[in-house]
């Protein structure tokens, strides 16, 4: 016999049965067990179709290749910088991935990249044992100068970006700063010190709130009332 | 190494505001101070600056005085950096940290005389009381020393000594007598970023500081221990206006307890 034991938008955690039967597949987050559908982390309950998935309200970012990451270095080695990704992992920068400069043999590596410092890169390769590979060559991807980071909920980056950049933007516009959001859930920001203050404060905000409705309008007013601008929201393509 | 972090903190201390908007002299909010926190101590105390907690305990027992100080007690500070507190902080003996952390508290609350040692002897030669105060970091948001000393202080004010059978303590009943608390010393630390200085330093802050100084004073101002610590050297110009700044940060804390 087939039976959804959810509904749609339900919050699950993790063991709960969501489906019985095989009428149903399991999608992401969640995974099969005898017959039954089960959860695997806490997160709603998405009914697509037959499949069932889940999107998480929590857990920790693991490194997906193809996503735009923020990382700090580490450790600089003979062939490259060892960076932190905000996951269980570190990631490997290579020196050939590393920029498009030269880079002479014996070279002091500190002068490119040192410890401490922020980059935006790409996870280029992640094995089934979680070797993680980054590369630093492509639009976007470079050292962050100046600026503050800060870490929030991985999966909420989806509602900071908002659909097609919408939120971002609104943010970027408000308070003038640079923003850059990192799929791994670190957050760079460059402006003005109370730009920056209120970039951070609407980041949490949405952090917070995000699973309420009505989110981008409910930002959209708190932003005009602390900036007494008037605000659009806008898709960047 | 953090250069980048660096020129970000100055930049922001140039117009007077810090990374999370604060003034320069200002401290985190919240700030409290709870007492009674731990029921099998004598007395304990937990002190939250901003994100910063912070345990302390006070344990009771009897020592043999030390032979230079026979009608004396004693107290004895140990700081235990939790690995929960911090990604910095491993399991294993103390850290040069966590020692350093636990003279200072020890150093603010001997040379202010807080506690008359005289009145902890029971026998002499034979018996005294010995303070043990154990201070414990639930999270390490920045600003452990003043966070630690006040912890320490205010579970100090908040002990009960326990009832002595035979010469036997039970730890089980408590007396209504606490600890004759002379003077209350108040531990303020101060960072040297730059040209700038700055009170109740976050992470960030502490990561890119050259010098610090914890300052502790007493109740009418007077100083009564300091402990130097970061990587630059400080002029007597420094110093003066470091101890300036702690006076005043002192008020804020001292209305805590």
């Known amino acids: 016999m087939v039976e959804v034991k959810v509904k749609d938008k339900d919050i699950v955690v993790p063991g709960e049965i969501l489906a019985d039967g095989m009428g149903y597949v399991p999608g992401v987050g969640t995974y099969r067990e005898g017959e039954a559908i089960v959860s695997e982390r806490v997160g709603v309950v998405s009914i697509d179709g037959r499949a069932i998935k889940l999107i998480p309200l929590s857990g920790r970012y693991l490194p997906k290749r193809g996503d735009t990451i923020l990382c700090q270095v580490v450790d600089v080695t003979m ?5 932190e990704t905000n996951s269980a992992y570190q990631a490997m920068l290579s020196l050939k991935e590393a920029t498009s400069e030269f880079i002479a043999r014996g070279a002091d590596l500190r002068k490119f990249y040192d410890l401490g410092d922020y980059l935006v890169c790409k996870v280029s390769n992640v094995t089934s044992q979680m ?92 932003l005009e009332k602390t900036t007494g601008k008037t605000l659009e929201i806008r898709m960047e393509q | 190494m953090y250069s980048e972090l660096r020129s970000q903190v100055l930049k922001l201390l140039s117009v007077h505001t810090r990374l999370d908007g604060r003034k320069p002299h200002e401290y985190r909010k919240p700030m409290k101070v709870e007492y009674g926190v731990v029921k099998t101590a004598e007395g304990s105390a937990k002190v939250t600056i901003g994100e910063t907690e912070v345990i302390a305990g006070v344990k009771l027992e009897i020592m043999s005085p030390y032979p230079d100080t026979p009608d004396e007690g004693s107290i004895m500070v140990g700081v235990e950096l939790l690995p929960l507190s911090s990604p910095e902080f491993e399991p294993g003996p103390p850290s040069i940290r966590a020692v350093e952390l636990a003279r200072v508290v020890d150093r603010g609350i001997r040379e202010s005389k807080a506690i008359d040692f005289k009145s902890l002897c029971l026998e002499k030669g034979e018996k005294a009381w010995m303070i043990v105060i154990d201070i414990c970091t639930f999270n390490d948001a920045g600003n452990l020393f003043d966070a630690s000393a006040l912890a ?41 970023i730059g040209d700038h200085f700055i009170i109740d330093p976050d992470n960030e802050e502490e990561l ?50």
């Open chain 1, 131 to 222: 070797l993680v590979d980054v590369m630093m060559k492509g639009p976007g991807l470079r050292k962050l100068n100046g600026g503050r980071v800060i870490s929030v909920n991985c999966n909420k980056v989806p509602r900071i970006i908002g659909k097609h950049g919408s939120m971002v933007s609104l943010i970027k516009e408000a308070s003038g700063c640079q923003i850059i959001v990192g799929q791994n859930g670190l957050v760079w920001m460059q402006g003005n010190p109370e730009g920056e203050l209120l970039a951070v404060r609407t980041i949490r905000m949405i952090e917070t709130e995000s699973h309420i409705t009505g989110l981008t309008n409910r930002i959209k007013d708190f």
């Open chain 2, 208 to 257: 890119v500081a050259e010098a610090r100084l914890t300052v502790a004073l007493m109740s009418n101002g007077q100083l009564c221990a300091l402990q130097k610590g970061g990587d630059s050297a400080l002029t007597l110009d420094d110093i003066s206006k470091m101890i300036d700044l702690a006076a005043e940060g002192s008020k804020t804390l001292r209305g805590l307890l």
């Open chain 2, 152 to 192: 320490a202080l205010a579970a100090i004010k908040n002990t009960k000594f326990p009832e002595l059978v035979d010469g036997k303590i039970v730890y089980k009943e408590k007396t209504d007598q606490g600890i004759d608390v002379q003077e209350e010393p108040i531990s303020v630390t101060v960072l040297k």
């Open chain 1, 79 to 83: 062939n490259g910088w060892r960076l």
